[in-house]
């Protein structure tokens, strides 16, 4: 089967290196893809967000199976645009997808299915937000109810702080539209994990947990990111409390979307609180994570595209996954300034050097080729994984990996994983 897969990040570089070991697939192109992916198919030049020129692309290359990687062209409605057109497109409808793109949809969910989240409160005017932030003697967390690239998002333990994130917000426009509405919730206090599933509309099937690391500096300080690194499996999240996950949390979300008439298939990503009081959903995704992604499908033992497939086809109930048991990490190298400012172009050596490490995959994020050289193009630049017996091991790898690696300005954390390993002694 000729498989397209969307996107260019890291996450699809993992998806299209494990594509790539399936032993049905017959052609994977990536639109638009990174050197990564060139290594594991054909690039095509044509952006994520074209859904008329990737449907047309599909169409004259005999693509069996589209998978999309990003949430805007999801939200955007790729998915009901390549299923109308016959061919089978693997995330769910751009309805569906509003479970992430529209947080004030994903909060009325939650609700009416009784799954566990922050107590809320959505505005669609500044002064009504302002007025109840100033209410409040409690650390308050305000939200961009739309996309806005994992960035709008602003914890703030002073009334003041809350007030000045809803002003840039709403005021100041800086996530744009995605800004017109806001989420004030609680501030929940705990450690963070993520649990992603395959969902086929009926059946839910749990991937392995995970963790990544969203602040951009060691000790979870500074601001947040689209994630410095991951590690699967997270031992926060022990086999009862993914049973309590499941039960609680994933079956009533996905019975709840059936219930409105917005049936869910492809990836469901859980952004939860571990609280004392039990797990919390603090967001929901609607596609794979970057990076948790990573550290993940390096651990899959099963073909990807069998899995993908049966997510389209209903058909979850008759596969298995299969896991390597050792875990996973993945160290994010970025470019220094990143979440900020950053310098593009800088030169990168030392790629093969470090692919050839036992057990490790130097993951493309933000990279591009310029005459005959891989170059910076992007904040996160790399994800660096490796397995290992033990998460120390693993994290070892990975860093003796990032440690051959260089260009000008590479900036990384270097404590990902050091919760688990704890957590573990
Ligand atoms: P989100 O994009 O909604 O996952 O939020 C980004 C990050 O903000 C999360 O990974 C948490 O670290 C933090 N966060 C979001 N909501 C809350 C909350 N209600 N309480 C505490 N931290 C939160
Ligand atoms: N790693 C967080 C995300 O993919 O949104």
């Given at each position: 089967?000729?498989?397209?897969?969307?996107?260019?990040?890291?996450?699809?570089?993992?998806?299209?290196?494990?594509?790539?070991?399936s032993?049905?697939?017959?052609?994977?192109?990536?639109?638009?893809?990174?050197?990564?992916?060139?290594?594991?198919?054909?690039?095509?030049?044509?952006?994520?967000?074209?859904?008329?020129?990737?449907?047309?692309?599909?169409?004259?290359?005999?693509?069996?199976?589209?998978?999309?990687?990003?949430?805007?062209?999801?939200?955007?409605?790729?998915?009901?645009?390549?299923e109308?057109?016959?061919?089978k497109?693997?995330?769910?409808?751009?309805?569906?997808?509003?479970?992430?793109?529209?947080?004030?949809?994903?909060?009325?969910?939650?609700?009416?299915?009784?799954v566990?989240?922050?107590?809320?409160?959505?505005?669609?005017?500044?002064?009504d937000?302002?007025?109840?932030?100033?209410s409040?003697?409690?650390?308050?967390?305000?939200?961009a109810?739309?996309?806005?690239?994992?960035?709008?998002?602003?914890?703030?333990?002073?009334?003041?702080?809350?007030?000045?994130?809803?002003?840039?917000?709403?005021?100041?426009?800086?996530?744009?539209?995605?800004?017109?509405?806001?989420?004030?919730?609680?501030?929940?206090?705990?450690?963070?994990?993520?649990?992603?599933?395959?969902?086929?509309?009926?059946?839910?099937?749990?991937?392995?947990?995970?963790?990544?690391?969203?602040?951009?500096?060691?000790?979870?300080?500074?601001?947040?990111?689209?994630?410095?690194?991951?590690?699967?499996?997270?031992?926060?999240?022990t086999?009862?409390?993914?049973?309590?996950?499941?039960?609680?949390?994933?079956?009533p979300?996905?019975?709840g979307?059936?219930?409105?008439?917005?049936p869910?298939?492809?990836?469901?990503?859980?952004?939860?609180?571990?609280?004392?009081?039990?797990?919390?959903?603090?967001?929901?995704?609607?596609?794979?994570?970057?990076?948790?992604?990573?550290?993940?499908?390096?651990?899959?033992?099963?073909?990807?595209?069998?899995?993908?497939?049966?997510?389209?086809?209903?058909?979850?109930?008759?596969i298995?996954?299969?896991?390597?048991?050792?875990?996973?990490?993945?160290?994010?190298?970025?470019?220094?300034?990143?979440?900020?400012?950053?310098?593009?172009?800088?030169?990168?050596?030392?790629?093969?050097?470090?692919?050839?490490?036992?057990?490790?995959v130097?993951?493309?994020?933000?990279?591009?080729?310029?005459?005959?050289?891989?170059?910076?193009?992007?904040?996160?630049?790399?994800?660096?994984?490796?397995?290992?017996?033990?998460?120390?091991?693993?994290?070892?790898q990975?860093?003796?990996?990032?440690e051959?690696?260089?260009?000008?300005?590479?900036?990384?954390?270097?404590?990902?994983?050091?919760?688990?390993?704890?957590?573990?002694?």
């Amino acid at each position: 089967m000729n498989v397209l897969l969307i996107g260019s990040g890291g996450r699809e570089h993992a998806i299209a290196w494990k594509l790539a070991q399936s032993k049905n697939l017959t052609k994977l192109f990536i639109a638009p893809g990174n050197p990564g992916t060139a290594q594991c198919g054909k690039n095509i030049p044509i952006s994520s967000d074209d859904t008329d020129k990737l449907l047309e692309f599909a169409r004259q290359n005999k693509v069996g199976l589209a998978v999309v990687g990003p949430e805007d062209p999801l939200a955007a409605g790729i998915v009901d645009k390549f299923e109308a057109a016959d061919i089978k497109a693997f995330g769910p409808s751009g309805k569906a997808a509003q479970l992430e793109a529209d947080k004030a949809f994903a909060k009325q969910l939650m609700r009416s299915s009784s799954v566990s989240t922050a107590e809320s409160r959505t505005f669609d005017r500044f002064e009504d937000a302002k007025a109840y932030i100033a209410s409040r003697d409690e650390p308050v967390v305000v939200k961009a109810a739309g996309l806005a690239k994992g960035k709008g998002v602003y914890v703030c333990d002073e009334p003041s702080d809350g007030i000045l994130a809803a002003e840039k917000i709403m005021c100041d426009r800086i996530f744009g539209t995605a800004g017109d509405r806001i989420i004030v919730e609680d501030k929940l206090l705990g450690e963070e994990a993520s649990i992603l599933a395959f969902v086929d509309g009926r059946n839910i099937y749990l991937m392995e947990s995970s963790q990544d690391h969203k602040p951009v500096g060691d000790g979870d300080t500074g601001p947040n990111t689209g994630g410095m690194g991951a590690y699967s499996p997270a031992p926060i999240v022990t086999e009862n409390l993914l049973n309590q996950i499941s039960r609680e949390i994933l079956v009533p979300t996905v019975d709840g979307m059936n219930r409105s008439g917005t049936p869910y298939k492809g990836v469901l990503y859980a952004g939860l609180m571990i609280t004392a009081g039990g797990p919390r959903v603090l967001e929901f995704n609607v596609r794979f994570g970057d990076p948790e992604t990573q550290p993940i499908l390096m651990r899959l033992k099963s073909d990807l595209l069998e899995v993908l497939l049966a997510v389209c086809d209903g058909t979850l109930d008759q596969i298995m996954l299969v896991w390597d048991p050792r875990p996973a990490v993945c160290v994010v190298m970025a470019s220094g300034g990143y979440p900020d400012d950053y310098q593009k172009g800088r030169k990168i050596t030392g790629l093969e050097e470090a692919g050839q490490l036992e057990d490790v995959v130097v993951f493309h994020a933000g990279t591009k080729e310029q005459n005959g050289q891989i170059v910076t193009s992007g904040g996160r630049v790399l994800g660096v994984t490796a397995l290992g017996s033990t998460i120390a091991n693993a994290k070892a790898q990975a860093y003796k990996a990032v440690e051959k690696i260089n260009f000008d300005g590479a900036y990384f954390r270097r404590d990902i994983a050091d919760k688990a390993i704890k957590a573990k002694l």
